[in-house]
């Protein structure tokens, strides 16, 4: 790419940011909201899907297809994923999903 102020604005700031989540008490912080990001968003679809009951069967397929996918990104990795903060936080975007569909299975007593 061109070294236009742009492109070296966006590299400052990507810089500043990775620096920023050094930290480990920071990098503990995005992946707990993340997880809870995920419950958050597991809650939701589970209120929305189950409101018609018109689309249950296409959404869980769904739900699983994605949840399968993420696994296999993140687990099939060689290196260790230390330095990929974001799959770390989309597994737990994952994992707080997938909890949220089961604790309202549990309260649904199905």
């Given at each position: 790419?061109?070294?236009?102020?742009?492109?070296?604005?966006l590299?400052?700031?990507?810089?500043r940011?990775?620096?920023?989540?050094?930290?480990?008490?920071?990098?503990?912080?995005?992946?707990?909201?993340?997880?809870?990001?995920?419950?958050?968003?597991?809650?939701?679809?589970?209120?929305?899907?189950?409101?018609?009951?018109?689309?249950?069967?296409?959404?869980?397929?769904?739900?699983?297809?994605?949840?399968?996918?993420?696994?296999?990104?993140?687990?099939?990795?060689?290196?260790?994923?230390?330095?990929?903060?974001?799959?770390?936080?989309?597994?737990?975007?994952?994992?707080?999903?997938?909890?949220?569909?089961?604790?309202?299975?549990f309260?649904?007593?199905?």
């Amino acid at each position: 790419m061109q070294r236009t102020r742009l492109n070296t604005l966006l590299e400052k700031i990507s810089d500043r940011f990775a620096r920023w989540l050094v930290n480990p008490w920071r990098r503990l912080s995005i992946l707990i909201i993340s997880l809870l990001l995920g419950y958050f968003l597991g809650v939701a679809v589970s209120a929305f899907a189950g409101q018609a009951a018109r689309q249950d069967i296409f959404v869980s397929a769904l739900l699983v297809v994605i949840g399968e996918t993420i696994s296999r990104v993140v687990y099939s990795r060689n290196q260790p994923a230390s330095n990929a903060l974001w799959l770390e936080a989309l597994n737990g975007l994952k994992i707080g999903a997938m909890y949220a569909l089961c604790v309202e299975a549990f309260k649904l007593g199905s």
